[in-house]
């Protein structure tokens, strides 16, 4: 303090000191506050944004591409082995057929088909579903468009259909059931392994990989594919009637080119998804009514797939197949 200052001179210049420099402090943390909510602000646009386009793209809002207005041709594609879980289950081929037959602007469908085949339950829902929807909507006729391939369950599907088209080379038919499986009784004599399951029921242990082959099993499985075999054909027959043109190898399991399917009368004319929409529907604008797997779908299986591989379960079965 200056000497010739009083106390009391001093005093004002402390207190203003000290206020000055609270309301520094105060418009400080005051603006970090508001810097705060602003970066917070922008934050979370920025979260919904991704979000929204995340889900977007990654296929949240499913169903086919509403967009297009007017008349135009429907694609649904069955691509794949024919199961219930893969992208060509019964479920997301129906639900895809539904919707395509629903919309009033659907001038025809295509049913775009690259399939080995696969399940005969799940081929046999969407063939009964197909008939379904041609007589619940008569006036919208539905193609089978075959790529690559259309054989077994695929082929299975295509019977449905009011016309198959094909390319040359497409591959066609396989009219046929199996069952596959392995033995490994040779082996586990090999290294020493001895089989050890006790079941209630004499055919509990139904062809069991680990046991030596029992005639009885190997009967009774022959009797249920041969009987599955005889479905597969009168679907056959009854979906493309008098335009097959029936040999002795038809139902053999023998697979055929599209030239040659032409001949034996398992497809009925060259096409492809554009040529039947442009030149057999006259309905050249393409919708895709494919149901689209989302995020929440592909995450659900991922962590599926993890649960299963972490529990290390290794489940051996025979399963009956078109392939």
């Known amino acids: 303090m200056n000497p010739n ?15 000055t420099l609270q309301g520094l402090v105060h418009a400080t943390l005051d603006e970090q506050r508001r810097s705060r909510k602003w970066n917070n602000f922008f934050k979370g646009l920025l979260f919904l944004y991704l979000f929204l386009t995340l889900f977007a793209v990654g296929g949240w809002f499913v169903g086919g591409d509403g967009a297009v207005s007017g008349p135009h041709t429907a694609v649904v594609d069955l691509h794949g082995v024919i199961d219930a879980e893969g992208a060509a289950s019964s479920e997301k081929v129906i639900a895809a057929l539904r919707q395509a037959f629903k919309d009033k602007d659907t001038v025809g469908v295509v049913l775009r088909i690259n399939s080995p085949g696969g399940s ?20 919208t006729p539905l193609y089978a468009v075959v790529t690559d ?28 059931v199996i069952m596959d499986g ?19 029921g004499e055919n509990k242990a139904f062809l069991d990989p680990f046991s030596p082959v029992n005639p009885n099993h190997v009967a009774q499985a022959q009797s ?39 001949r034996l009368g398992l497809a009925d004319d060259y096409g492809s998804t554009d040529s039947v929409a442009r030149e057999v529907l006259k309905a050249p604008e393409l919708v895709d009514y494919n149901t689209k797997e989302n995020i929440a779908e592909r995450l659900a299986k991922k962590i599926g797939a993890g649960a299963t591989e972490a529990a290390g379960t290794w489940v051996t079965r025979s399963q009956i197949n078109l392939h």
């Open 5 to 19: 200052e009083s106390p009391s001179d001093a005093r004002p210049a402390t207190l203003w000191e000290r206020e």
């Open 120 to 139: 005969p339950v799940q081929a046999g829902y969407i063939n009964d579903e197909i008939h379904r929807l041609r007589k619940l909507y008569p006036k």
């Open 149 to 176: 391939i259309c054989a077994s369950g695929g082929y299975y599907v295509a019977v449905a259909a009011d016309k198959i088209y094909v390319d040359k080379a497409s591959l066609i038919g396989s009219i046929g």
């Open 182 to 200: 392995f033995g490994f009784t040779g082996l586990m004599e090999k290294v020493g392994v001895e089989r050890r399951a006790l079941h209630a």
């Open 224 to 262: 249920m594919l041969d009987q599955v075999h005889q479905q597969f054909i009168k679907v056959v027959r009854d979906g493309r009637g008098k335009r097959l043109k029936e040999t002795p190898e038809m139902f053999s399991g023998y697979i055929w080119s599209g030239e040659e399917g032409l």
